[in-house]
């Protein structure tokens, strides 16, 4: 089973998918990335912290509840504005929810709708036998 011409193909398509992916498959690369995200992470919370009223920051959690792409630009453009000194003091709950409105008229409104077809499903009321 230890062919080593097979092996020899196997680690060249392996580096092959590696450069096409832009994966170096160096484990300390991966951590090295991971903890720069968490560091990343932990940077935006404390800035929020700083920034948001208890109240504005439940809103902003229960946005990201329903809407995480929304919460997260919310919480993005919120962490640019504090670092360039746009936020003088806390931000309120009305102050996000004006800013949230804000970003609601710049957002495309997309309309879906939703048609069923009663008769390719075969749910036709004749058709129940008791």
């Known amino acids: ?9 196997r680690q060249q398509r392996l580096a092959q ?3 096409q992916h832009g994966g170096t498959g160096d484990p300390n690369h991966a951590k090295a990335q991971e903890d720069k995200m968490k ?3 932990e940077a935006k919370h404390s800035i929020l912290t700083q920034v948001l009223s208890q109240d504005a920051r439940a809103r902003l959690n229960t946005i990201k509840i329903g809407k995480p792409e929304k919460g997260a630009m ?5 962490c640019r ?3 360039m000194g746009q936020v003088r003091g806390k931000i309120s709950e009305q102050e ?4 949230l409105e804000s970003v609601n008229q710049q957002m495309p409104k997309s309309t879906s709708t939703v048609k069923f077809d009663r008769r390719r499903a075969a749910l036709d009321s004749d058709d129940d036998d008791f």
């Open 81 to 83: 504005m504090a670092q």
């Open 1 to 9: 089973m230890d062919d080593p011409e097979l092996e020899q193909i």
């Open 74 to 78: 919310v919480e993005n453009m919120i």
């Open 39 to 41: 560091a990343m992470e």
């Open 96 to 99: 996000l929810i004006q800013l």
């Open 17 to 19: 998918l590696q450069s």
